[in-house]
């Protein structure tokens, strides 16, 4: 039995209905949140919370719940559907109403949906490292934003899959600004680079903690953006996401990064990552 919340409520799958009229199916018009669980418990969700109060403010979307309520939902979620590895996906639309463009006016409630399912570690990927290809990055300039609108990021992914490559690494104006849902990391001569957190990225919340953990390792961090050159020439290029955690990159279009195999500081920050992991979880 798959148990999701909807409205309100927690609902077996077969149960669920949706409105044809949720502005989320015309326009993809809101926002939401991918937390995951490890040993049963939820790994930063008060971070992924946040932001996704963020990101509903930024497109003007009041969500009818605490932070604390939301929380609690998720953690519900995964003892209903007995998750012990896995994420938690939520998701809060402007609602239900008659197909126009701008807000419904009288405003309408938001439609707030969740679900829990379970989903492995991709250990063996995290060991062996993935190949990864470069697309043009024709998103709009709200990319800080976890909107439902993932057109951009659809067809990038698939672009990438489409050429036996894990993910796509999006390039603006000659500049790399992160993946179709990842953040990207280089190392160069022992100094970790990464997008500055603006409107071309999402500020990652695995981004912040490996950021976090590289400084605790006494490893130089810059956030600057560096290019589609810069980036085919560093020693070590990984991405981070909930659900890659630290992903080594092995390949870039066709070329080779470093020795063809995960980087010393790549490796470094898993194993620091993988033990930030176990603290939180077994503090949780
Ligand atoms: N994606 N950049 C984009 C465009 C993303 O969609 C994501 C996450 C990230 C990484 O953020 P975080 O570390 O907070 O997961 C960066 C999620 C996992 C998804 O869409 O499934």
Known sequence: MTVYFVDGQFVEKEHVSISIDDRGYYFGDGVYEVIKVYDGELYTSEEHIARLFESAAKIKLAIPYSEAQLIEMAKQLVVSNSISVGHVYM???????????????????PMFTAYALDGARPTEEMQKGVKVKSVEDFRWLRCDIKSLNLLANVMAKQEAVESGCKEAVFVRD??????????????????????????????????????????????AVREEPFTLEAALVMDELFMTSTTLEVMPIIQLDDKMVGSGRPGEITLQLQKAFASQISTVVAGA
């Open 91 to 109: 998701q809060v639309t402007r609602g239900v109403a008659p197909r126009v463009h701008q807000f419904p006016t009288p405003a309408v409630a």
């Open 174 to 219: 000659g500049y790399v600004t992160e993946g179709a849902s990842t953040n990207l990391f280089g190392v160069k001569d022992g100094v970790l680079y990464t997008h500055p957190a603006n409107n071309f990225i999402l500020n990652g919340i695995t981004r912040q903690v490996v950021l976090r953990l590289s400084r605790e390792l006494g490893v």
